[in-house]
């Protein structure tokens, strides 16, 4: 099956448009993280089609969450959803922050290979971090457990800022203390796991 019409499709049954251009340059990314996989191993994912059901599509299953301020990707690894993210929504301000040197390398060899403007790349450990301007929404996917992340992270977060954490149906083992979750239960075609995307509103 033709990769770009697969991932059209698995976008569509998301009530996702995606435009050709938009697509292709999904694709593009894909390509590069398999190729660059053969020798930084940044992901377990070896071939493009499962590479395009599990990362791009699982990534884009929480496009419709994500608001138009600023965003940072923590623990983002090959840029996942960060990158997915920038792609997608290309004047929303996306940071993507990981402590791995070689995979900061490939994110930043990414936006530039992929004309990424709007995307940030960030080589450093979250909680040294201290920017000028805090982020409205903070996203992560198979970062760390939720309780651990809020910690890790609070002090980037804006005052009415917001949480928008990818996780697996094990989250709810998780116990976290003294905030509101809002557990949103994501159907992603071809992915046979349950995936939920938590919100969690700044006090």
């Not at 694709?27 to 089609?49: D, F, G």
């Not at 884009?60 to 690894?77: R, W």
């Not at 990414?110 to 403007?117: E, I, N, R, S, Y």
Request: charged share 25%.
């Amino acid at each position: 099956m033709n990769l770009e019409q697969l991932l059209i499709d698995g976008a569509k049954d998301m009530d996702i448009e995606l435009d050709n251009k938009q697509a292709a340059k999904l694709i593009n990314y894909l390509e590069l993280i398999i190729k660059w996989n053969k020798t930084y191993n940044l992901s377990a994912i070896r071939n493009m089609e499962e590479g395009v059901k599990k990362h791009l599509i699982d990534s884009l299953s929480v496009i419709k969450y994500i608001g138009d301020k600023s965003l940072l990707d923590v623990g983002a690894g090959a840029g996942l959803p960060g990158i997915v993210i920038s792609i997608m929504k290309p004047n929303l301000a996306v940071s993507v922050i990981d402590t791995v040197g070689k995979k900061c390398r490939f994110m930043q060899f990414a936006k530039t290979q992929l004309d990424l403007k709007n995307l940030t790349v960030i080589n450093d450990r979250v909680e040294n971090y201290h920017p000028e301007q805090c982020f409205s929404q903070i996203t992560s996917r198979a970062f760390a457990e939720v309780g651990k992340t809020l910690k890790l992270t609070q002090h980037l977060l804006c005052n009415n800022g917001r949480y928008l954490l990818m996780k697996g149906d094990k989250f709810a083992n998780e116990s976290v203390k003294g905030v509101d979750v809002v557990a949103h239960q994501l159907s992603v075609p071809y992915v046979s796991d349950n995936r939920y995307l938590l919100e969690i509103q700044s006090n």
